[in-house]
């Protein structure tokens, strides 16, 4: 598990997408977990998590397409 002490969503996106399933910390923001490269996102987050959930998606689903036109 990889603690993050800064919350920067592309650098977060880069270890979900390299890694696939784990876990990962934001320091202040707490633990998140991901599996198949994207952050999974459960019922008991408050509406900050959701948020981060969401940009950290958001940019791997970005890197994942980047990377798929790349190699064309």
């Not at 019922?43 to 959701?50: G, H, K, N, T």
């Amino acid at each position: 598990m990889r603690e993050f002490k800064n919350y920067a969503p592309r650098q977060i996106a880069k270890y979900v997408v390299s890694f696939f399933k784990g876990q990962f910390s934001i320091a202040g923001k707490g633990i998140f977990e991901f599996s198949n490269g994207r952050v999974v996102i459960t019922v008991q987050m408050d509406e900050s998590a959701l948020k981060i959930c969401k940009e950290i998606n958001e940019q791997a689903v970005t890197m994942t397409k980047r990377k798929d036109q790349m190699q064309y």
